[in-house]
């Protein structure tokens, strides 16, 4: 705030510690308020005090370590290191500017796909904007950059007789493994991750805990299994019978090597052994969850609301796109189209059964 010396106004920055780093006298006093506050700018803005990329994405990463899970600060991680070589040198903020980032992404694009671009920018683009919320940066370079079209792969959802021949292939630890990924519909994480405290026997709940939520906060949701039986007496026996009774974790690993008796991450190799040992067309974990999604609406009527507090979406949208439904009734309608009489009417013909062709 500008004080009064003698005939004129005097302009004062403090910054840290309240230490005194530059003054100046003016004639008005709104002429040294307005340098107060462009110079406090000037002295805080990291673009103007040399601050280099490799500075600030690590003073963001720290953030990032603290308020997001393991695996979106490594991505953010692999993002940065991309972005550095491909610029070749650390450069201050102030240099890096839209054209280098447009660069960027087209060569991402380039060598790998329109989505990686997408998600580098999605996190180039966070970078950014932490800086300009936290630490008062006056441009963002990504903000100028538009996504890329992409138009993503439908999602291969396994059918049912495929799901079966895989259950019957699995036996102990891996049986209740798969069983609870089918009976809830839960994440990856969130089964990998189960505790037993979190395995109520006497309810019949499970309760599970994702940090897939907006501010990275964790979010648990409750669900009542009391009506399936089989999975409680495979969850009974799977914890009369645990090889590590002083472990919180519900699924262990058991083979031999530098994670035997911890909490597995991913199982990729395990799920893909399974689906060869089956015999069935290969697919990942998430799958299972548009699965179950499609069970429980196509097969089982349930509302699109219930199957959203299922799988934990905080968007019901979000939920309709896990959805595939082949309804009786579409099916009917749409077979209309092809039946006609001469005249070009719909013929009706009810005594046809649905797929039976006529001689």
Not at 34 to 55: C, D, H, I, K, V
Not at 58 to 73: C, D, I, M, P, R
Not at 150 to 169: F, G, N, Q, T, W
Not at 235 to 248: A, I, K, T, W
């Amino acid at each position: 705030m500008p004080s009064r010396d003698g005939d004129c106004w005097r302009g004062v920055v403090k910054i840290i510690g309240g230490r005194k780093v530059a003054q100046r006298r003016f004639q008005l006093k709104r002429d040294a308020a307005q340098w107060e506050r462009e110079e406090r700018a000037r002295l805080l803005n990291p673009q103007q005090t040399g601050m280099t990329f490799s500075q600030f994405s690590n003073k963001y990463l720290e953030f990032a370590e603290v308020q997001y899970g393991a695996s979106t600060h490594n991505e953010k991680l692999r993002c940065f290191k991309r972005f550095l070589r491909f610029i070749g040198h650390d450069a201050n903020l102030a240099d890096i500017v839209p054209e280098w980032v447009s660069d960027y992404l087209m060569q991402r694009m380039a060598s790998s796909s329109a989505n990686s671009a997408n998600v580098d920018r999605k996190n180039l683009l966070a970078l950014w904007n932490w800086g300009v919320r936290i630490m008062d940066l006056t441009t963002n370079p990504v903000a100028k950059c538009p996504r890329f079209r992409h138009d993503p792969d439908p999602v291969y959802v396994p059918p049912e007789k495929d799901i079966l021949k895989m259950l019957a292939c699995t036996t102990g630890q891996d049986r209740v493994f798969f069983e609870c990924y089918l009976n809830t519909g839960a994440r990856r994480g969130e089964i990998m991750n189960l505790k037993w405290e979190d395995v109520n026997f006497e309810k019949r709940t499970i309760t599970l805990a994702t940090r897939k939520t907006r501010d990275g906060t964790i979010k648990r949701r409750v669900l009542d299994l009391a009506g399936n039986a089989s999975l409680w007496s495979l969850l009974d026996r799977h914890y009369r019978n645990r090889r590590f009774p002083q472990s919180p974790h519900v699924f262990l690993d058991m083979h031999p090597g530098p994670t035997y008796g911890k909490p597995f991450s991913k199982r990729y190799h395990w799920l893909n052994g399974l689906c060869k040992q089956a015999g069935v067309k290969p697919f990942s974990w998430h799958p299972i969850r548009h699965w179950v999604a499609s069970m429980l609406a196509d097969k089982h009527k349930i509302s699109t609301p219930t199957i959203q507090k299922i799988l934990g979406h905080e968007r019901l949208s979000t939920t309709d796109r896990y959805v595939t439904r082949v309804t009786t009734d579409v099916a009917e309608a749409l077979g209309k189209l092809g039946k006609r009489d001469s005249e070009g009417s719909v013929k009706e013909n009810p005594s046809t059964p649905n797929g039976a062709h006529k001689a």
